[in-house]
């Protein structure tokens, strides 16, 4: 079975600029979840998304959106691109949502570096 | 706000040594405890898991360590190898809602 897989692995991009990134979460996973990761701030929870809809969402500027489509695959978008915004980010995927132990399956992350 | 405060930030062990990371909380709501293991380039992955209704889980040479009453868990690495250098993060979950990750902690295993 294929893992989460996520495009593109590396981007680099200037200061106010937007910037689409894309997850493909297992197939017949349902739940997306995005996260953050820096060396500062550590694994930080973006938001989460099942069934098209935002089911929650962390302590990020409106900057950050996403969405999710029928088929799963998920997009998150950030615009107005500023520096602190480089980082790795991490998709992962779960069956469903709302069961402590439902494991989520994290895909390799998408490096952006903003310049 | 830090939700789960991971200790220590880095770690040297020798083989065949114990490694020892702990973790402490303070939101009682947390119903599910996972540990991930993380190499450079890679995502992420579950290790190993707890819920806070048993006070000890082992697979194979990874065991959790868990005190209800003092919000605490603890990952023990046993006979540590060099392939286990890593970087670990504890996590606690309430209701299957977002994973609230501690900052990870880097260990190095020397041969």
């Known amino acids: 079975k294929a893992g989460v897989t996520q495009t593109p692995r590396y981007l680099i991009k200037t200061r106010g600029q937007q910037v689409t990134l894309s997850c493909s979460p297992i197939?017949?996973?349902?739940?997306v979840s995005w996260y953050q990761q820096t060396p500062g701030q550590g694994l930080q929870f973006l938001f989460e998304?099942?069934?098209?809809?935002?089911?929650n969402k962390g302590n990020f500027p409106g900057r950050f959106s996403g969405r999710q489509f029928s088929n799963s695959r998920s997009e998150m978008n950030v615009s107005t691109l500023e520096l602190g915004d480089s980082a790795l980010y991490l998709c992962?995927?779960?069956?469903?949502?709302?069961?402590?132990?439902?494991?989520?399956?994290f895909g390799p992350g998408t490096r952006l570096t903003v310049l | 706000q830090q939700q789960v405060k991971q200790s220590p930030q880095s770690l040297i062990v020798q083989k065949g040594g114990i490694s020892i990371i702990n973790c402490a909380y303070e939101?009682?709501?947390?119903?599910?405890f996972p540990w991930y293991q993380q190499f450079p380039g890679k995502g992420p992955a579950l290790l190993i898991a707890?819920?806070?209704?048993?006070s000890e889980k082992k697979e194979g040479r990874f065991t959790i360590s868990f005190n209800k009453s003092a919000k605490q868990f603890s990952l023990h690495i046993m006979d540590s190898q060099p392939g286990d250098s890593a970087t670990y993060f504890c996590?606690?979950?309430?209701?299957?809602?977002?994973?609230?990750f501690g900052k990870g902690t880097s260990l190095l295993v020397t041969p």
């Open positions: 197939s017949g996973h349902r739940s």
């Open positions: 707890i819920r806070p209704d048993v």
């Open positions: 998304y099942f069934s098209e809809t935002q089911r």
């Open positions: 992962a995927s779960s069956l469903a949502p709302g069961t402590s132990g439902s494991e989520q399956f």
């Open positions: 939101n009682t709501a947390f119903d599910y």
């Open positions: 996590a606690a979950v309430h209701s299957g809602y977002a994973l609230n």
